[in-house]
């Protein structure tokens, strides 16, 4: 091969239809006849519908159509369960779906009654002002611990409590431990909930063609191809007459992997019904409660230590905030779960979770997933016993990072991928030793600081570690081809929400077909390119995704050679490929274009040998045996103006390693977005929820996102421990950034204010300035 782009900082190659406005969304989408929706949502959290009455907006004129519960007939059915619970013992779940169109009961603030179609998006929100809702309002469930008190409201009457799931897993023996312990350290976290605000919110374009019964549908889907499946098994519709595009996505973070919010399973409907097409977009409101939540945790946490800071154990017992359904599983929880016990050896764990039904919006995947909680519970724990022990946080650290030699590393407990959590491969203190001389850390601890303080100003250095469960299964798929043009074709099942699949994915064809990167047409989320696939979630395009391309590649790479030897009637050992042609090596002039190959590669006259496959093409699939597990540091200067208590980042480092690299500017790019939402996390984003279920900041002037001004510049560094799950040794680098942040957060506001020396912890997120006086106020009573 005589290009190589594998592993370059490669501009992408998405981005000029991007800057300049070409890039396909779905609100882009226009078609002749188009209709508009608009949804009724509920405006309480709880409460029975006694009657629905549309007769007034079915007579708004510019209406076409007004649907509720009852009209959807045998159509109306709960969602589908996405992820079903680990195999675990003793496991309880139970499992209540979201619906279309609440039918007897709505349970949480934004959820669906009615859905107007009309002529325009104007007429149909005018018209829902004119749907007579007679509603029974229940009591609210929102409070965690007070939605399990005996003779409270029920959120699922037949479940006959607010008990979602119960798991409870362990290895070692905690008790046993815990007695042998020289300190035992118990403290209460509480981990608030949150949401991901993408560029684009959701929406969904639908089009029926009755002449060639063909459903077409335009999704701000993370999952197209069960989107597709979903819903032809709903509308009794064969797979190949449903075709789902998820164009460009501004932005999925997770919400958008859900399957089926009610606009997804309403529109095509619609569409068939009154044979023309409906579009929804939805707006930043609707953002707000509509689509899916991430993070209300409660932690009763304990960790036991001999007298040199070795962990010993940990017990956690947690409540999980599931909102009112659970149609993604326990994915969040067990992930908090797992995660907790971080890049540690733990020896002994005792973990049980409960998760609970609320009258809240759906908890889903966020960016991390429920990994941030179980950091924020590990890093809090360890920052907590160096104090009372009196050793340097970073020690302690040190002292528990789970040795080179001893990976692959297995921890026992069930992950979400339904198999024992064991951590791949890795080479944790070489990263954080990097992160320290990044920050400086041990000038900045015994000079730096001191010198700061003397001058008044409040400045404090946090160091956090994490682990990232990525790359899980079940498979991706991939089809490389050859065109006449000598250009490549490239098309898989997995959508893109922004990370740089047009790009990444290009750059291993390039170097295995010894093309252009630019020369590599890159089509992803259409089910009408590529028929399978699982989805974009997870940290696992690259790695899952990416390993079926390269899959591919070498097969087309094989064909190429051999198609290419028949012409020379030379060797494949002879031949070298470069530059869109292959040629002899060491025989300037001799050589042939692809495009000539492919050509010849489909033959319009003569014969064949039998079994002989036309075109220079390949289809692959790549399935890892369990998720690949990368692993970073975070560590971060930070300034606190003891008055107002608004932060500013003085610096920041993130050193990671996330296997083979591909491409190190997307990984940067990935990083930075991590660390922005993560910092949005630790300090501006809370989602305010009053005693009846109602949001009180459902805007962002209100519900506050980090700007480009309060996102810093960072400094990043990188390790290489290859994952030797995949050819490539890839791992997933998506939640790295957004994972440590909390942590990282508390612990410098602490150290910038002295707060261990006022016996003061701080144990909550967000931090937001408000909450942070109040925790404050509180300790100095």
């Given at each position: 091969m005589t290009t190589r782009y594998f592993g370059e900082p490669i501009p992408r190659n998405e981005d000029r239809r991007l800057l300049t406005g070409q890039a396909l969304f779905v609100d882009d989408v226009e078609l002749p006849g188009l209709l508009h929706a608009a949804l009724l949502r509920s405006q309480v959290a709880h409460a029975r519908i006694k009657s629905i009455d549309v007769s007034a907006a079915l007579a708004r004129k510019g209406v076409v159509a007004v649907y509720t519960a009852e009209d959807l007939g045998a159509y109306w059915q709960p969602g589908p369960l996405l992820v079903p619970p680990p195999p675990i013992a003793g496991i309880v779940f139970n499992q209540r779906m979201q619906v279309p169109l609440a039918k007897d009961k709505v349970r949480h603030v934004g959820e669906p009654i009615a859905i107007v179609v009309a002529e325009s998006r104007y007429i149909a929100e005018d018209a829902l002002a004119d749907i007579d809702v007679q509603l029974e309002t229940l009591p609210p469930v929102v409070d965690l611990e007070r939605a399990l008190e005996k003779d409270g409201s029920l959120v699922h009457e037949d479940v006959r409590s607010n008990v979602s799931a119960h798991v409870r897993q362990c290895k070692g023996d905690y008790a046993k431990a815990a007695a042998k312990a020289d300190h035992i350290i118990r403290r209460r976290f509480h981990y608030d909930h949150g949401m991901s605000s993408p560029m684009e919110t959701r929406g969904v374009v639908a089009q029926w063609d009755a002449r060639a019964s063909q459903l077409t549908i335009w999704d701000t889907t993370q999952a197209p191809v069960f989107v597709r499946n979903g819903l032809a098994a709903m509308l009794g519709l064969g797979e190949r007459q449903v075709r789902v595009i998820a164009p460009f996505v501004g932005g999925g973070f997770g919400p958008k992997i859900m399957i089926f919010y009610p606009e997804e399973v309403l529109l095509p409907w619609i569409a068939i019904k009154l044979n023309r097409p409906v579009k929804w977009i939805e707006d930043r409101l609707e953002h707000f409660v509509a689509t899916t939540h991430e993070r209300g945790q409660i932690h009763d946490a304990e960790i036991a230590l001999s007298r040199d800071g070795k962990i010993l154990g940990i017990k956690d017992v947690f409540l999980h905030d599931a909102g009112a359904y659970d149609p993604y599983g326990l994915t969040v929880p067990i992930n908090s779960q797992c995660t907790l016990l971080g890049p540690y050896v733990v020896p002994n764990y005792d973990s049980t979770f409960t998760a609970v039904f609320t009258n809240k919006p759906i908890v889903t995947p966020y960016r991390g997933a429920g990994r941030q909680h179980g950091v924020f519970v590990i890093e809090r724990l360890l920052d907590f016993a160096a104090r009372e022990l009196g050793i340097d946080r970073a020690e302690i650290r040190r002292r528990n990072l789970i040795p080179a030699d001893a990976f692959p590393y297995n921890n026992e407990i069930i992950y979400q991928d339904f198999a024992p959590l064991e951590y791949d491969s890795g080479n944790y203190e070489p990263v954080l030793d990097k992160a320290l001389a990044a920050i400086d850390y041990a000038r900045f601890v015994t000079e730096e600081q001191k010198k700061l303080r003397?001058?008044?100003?409040?400045?404090?250095?946090?160091?956090?570690?994490?682990?990232?469960?990525?790359?899980?299964?079940?498979?991706?798929?991939?089809?490389?081809?050859?065109?006449?043009?000598?250009?490549?074709?490239?098309?898989?099942?997995?959508?893109?929400?922004?990370?740089?699949?047009?790009?990444?994915?290009?750059?291993?064809?390039?170097?295995?077909?010894?093309?252009?990167?630019?020369?590599?047409?890159?089509?992803?989320?259409?089910?009408?390119?590529?028929?399978?696939?699982?989805?974009?979630?997870?940290?696992?395009?690259?790695?899952?995704?990416?390993?079926?391309?390269?899959?591919?590649?070498?097969?087309?790479?094989?064909?190429?050679?051999k198609q290419a030897s028949e012409h020379f009637e030379c060797a494949v050992e002879d031949l070298e490929l470069g530059s869109g042609q292959v040629s002899i090596v060491g025989v300037p002039g001799k050589s042939v274009r692809l495009g000539e190959l492919a050509m010849r590669a489909n033959p319009m006259r003569g014969a064949v040998k039998p079994g002989t496959e036309p075109g220079l093409e390949s289809t692959q699939y790549f399935g890892p045996p369990k998720g690949a597990t990368a692993n970073g540091v975070h560590a971060m200067l930070l300034e606190i103006d003891p008055d107002t208590l608004m932060v500013q980042i003085l610096k920041y480092v993130v050193v990671h390693d996330c296997g083979t690299v591909i491409n190190p500017l997307i990984l940067a790019g990935q990083i930075h977005g991590g660390v922005a939402q993560g910092i949005g996390n630790a300090y501006y984003e809370e989602l305010m929820f009053n005693e009846e279920g109602q949001l009180m900041n459902a805007s962002l002037a209100d519900y506050l996102l980090p700007t480009s001004l309060e996102v810093p510049r960072m400094e990043l560094g990188h390790t290489v421990t290859p994952s030797p799950l995949n050819p490539m040794g890839v791992k997933g680098a998506g939640e790295a950034g957004a994972i440590p942040v909390g942590p990282l957060f508390a612990q410098a506001i602490e150290d910038a204010l002295g707060l261990g020396e006022r016996k003061i912890e701080l144990c909550e997120i967000p931090l937001s300035p408000n909450r942070l006086w109040r925790v404050l106020s509180r300790a100095d009573g």
């Open positions: 003397a001058q008044g100003r409040h400045v404090g250095v946090a160091v956090a570690c994490y682990v990232e469960g990525t790359g899980i299964g079940p498979y991706e798929g991939a089809r490389v081809q050859v065109q006449a043009n000598g250009k490549v074709s490239l098309a898989t099942g997995i959508g893109t929400q922004g990370q740089g699949h047009f790009t990444s994915f290009a750059q291993i064809v390039a170097d295995q077909l010894g093309v252009d990167v630019r020369d590599v047409d890159v089509v992803t989320g259409d089910t009408d390119q590529f028929y399978w696939g699982a989805g974009t979630f997870a940290s696992r395009g690259a790695v899952v995704a990416g390993n079926a391309v390269n899959e591919a590649s070498k097969v087309v790479r094989e064909k190429i050679l």
